[in-house]
């Protein structure tokens, strides 16, 4: 019997037609026209950065993301098209670090950008306090997000329950079946990483409140919906980063297999073929300066550019 196979790596998400168009369609909303420097935080292969550089070819783009892998991946691709630059003055570079604690210096730019990612950043004050750092006065966050309260149309949960539940009875089966045969069970580690529903899903609002304590000024809020096919659920399913999550204590390419694997008979189980999905679009300005606000702390990061 061949051994299943799965691709743990941001990049098959991120390469689906429905994932690129729904951050084109944002990145249409963004003022870029004074727009020079960017920073595309949790960048992961580069697809965000792609969508802008289309958008706007004049600008600067700096990259930084935690996945040494993701990146790997995002140069082979830029390299590709000489987003490099032939003589060492480059539109793109991308940085290996965490999107809260930026080695980069203070206001350096114009706009700071998350593509679905802003969500995975558990320490949501540090976080806007680094965006706050670099960013200059006048200069927007923009971000999207669908994991956030009220993502999930009404209606649409049954699939999400149905989809835990299979690829929970996927894992149980493929572990029984595994010490059937003598061999080592999937062992599971709990509490290796937080759980799915271990964190607040902030709602519209609430991210609204967040960002205006932070000095940012609201410019632009929406509800996208996006419709997600078996092949983006199988590919987000897949992806490491959210089967650690979401089966949390279980090896990931366990983890990524069994939530591949259970899409199709999860859709169909409840008898559909699609599934929407709101996405939370919000561009806010940075309206005062950095270290006024009373709350948080500066983290003023070694090694800045």
Not at 50 to 63: A, M, Q, S
Not at 154 to 160: L, Q, R, S, V
Not at 181 to 195: E, L, S, W, Y
Request: hydrophobic share 40%; proline share 4%; net charge positive.
């Amino acid at each position: 019997m061949t051994p299943y196979k799965v691709n743990i790596t941001y990049e098959p998400f991120a390469l689906e037609p429905e994932y690129i168009e729904s951050n084109r369609a944002f990145i249409a909303n963004m003022a870029l026209d004074k727009t020079q420097m960017v920073l595309d935080l949790a960048c992961g292969i580069g697809t965000m950065t792609d969508l802008l550089l289309n958008r706007k070819k004049e600008i600067t783009v700096t990259g930084i993301d935690i996945s040494k892998e993701s990146l790997t991946i995002a140069k082979d691709n830029f390299s590709k098209v000489g987003a490099f630059g032939a003589t060492g003055s480059a539109v793109l570079s991308l940085i290996q670090a965490s999107a809260d604690c930026l080695p980069v210096a203070n206001r350096r730019f114009d706009a700071v950008i998350m593509g679905n990612s802003i969500h995975l950043l558990p320490d949501k004050d540090r976080l806007l306090n680094e965006i706050n750092r670099v960013l200059r006065p006048g200069g927007f966050l923009a971000f999207n997000s669908s994991f956030y309260a009220g993502t999930m149309p009404k209606g649409t949960e049954k699939f999400h329950h149905e989809w835990m539940k299979q690829a929970m009875s996927y894992i149980v089966s493929k572990d029984l079946n595994l010490r059937k045969q003598g061999r080592a069970g999937i062992p599971r580690k709990r509490g290796t990483v937080p759980g799915a529903f271990s964190h607040h899903w902030p709602s519209g609002k609430e991210w609204q409140n967040i960002l205006e304590h932070h000095g940012f000024a609201i410019r632009y809020t929406n509800e996208r919906t996006v419709v997600m096919t078996q092949s983006n659920f199988e590919t987000i399913g897949a992806y490491g980063g959210f089967a650690k999550i979401i089966l949390s204590g279980y090896p990931v390419e366990d983890a990524s297999e069994a939530l591949q694997a259970t899409v199709a008979p999860s859709l169909a189980a409840v008898n559909m073929k699609t599934v929407p999905r709101l996405w939370l679009e919000v561009i806010a300005e940075k309206k005062i300066e950095y270290g006024k606000m009373g709350s948080g702390t500066s983290a003023d990061s070694t090694g800045k550019q």
